[in-house]
């Protein structure tokens, strides 16, 4: 542990943002899933929605930081590819 007063703050600090990243690719993932099972039901309309939902997660976790802008574009860009050809990707 740090003896000195800022990097004892420094620590805490840094765990708290790798927790809100960690929220951020992990509810990035889930949408990722939901999305696939709506493509495999055949709901036009949801999988519309949850793609919807998962590119304004992947927009804040690139705007917050917790993803790499081009991570974010290539995920972006999967998605939109699984929504084209569904069964190329699962």
Same mark, same amino acid.
């Given at each position: 542990?740090?003896?000195?007063?800022?990097?004892?703050?420094?620590? #805490?600090?840094? =765990?708290?943002?790798?927790?809100?990243?960690?929220?951020?690719?992990?509810?990035?993932?889930?949408?990722?899933?939901? #999305?696939?099972?709506?493509?495999? =039901?055949?709901?036009? =309309?949801?999988?519309?929605? =949850?793609?919807?939902?998962?590119?304004?997660?992947?927009?804040?976790?690139?705007?917050?930081?917790? #993803?790499?802008?081009?991570?974010?574009?290539?995920?972006?860009?999967?998605?939109?590819?699984?929504?084209?050809?569904?069964?190329?990707?699962?």
């Amino acid at each position: 542990m740090a003896n000195i007063a800022s990097q004892k703050k420094r620590i #805490l600090r840094a =765990e708290r943002e790798r927790v809100e990243n960690r929220q951020h690719t992990s509810a990035i993932k889930t949408y990722f899933r939901r #999305l696939e099972a709506a493509i495999v =039901e055949g709901d036009d =309309e949801r999988v519309a929605s =949850e793609h919807r939902t998962l590119i304004s997660k992947i927009d804040k976790a690139v705007k917050t930081g917790a #993803l790499h802008r081009n991570t974010g574009a290539r995920k972006k860009s999967r998605a939109a590819r699984i929504i084209r050809q569904p069964g190329a990707e699962q």
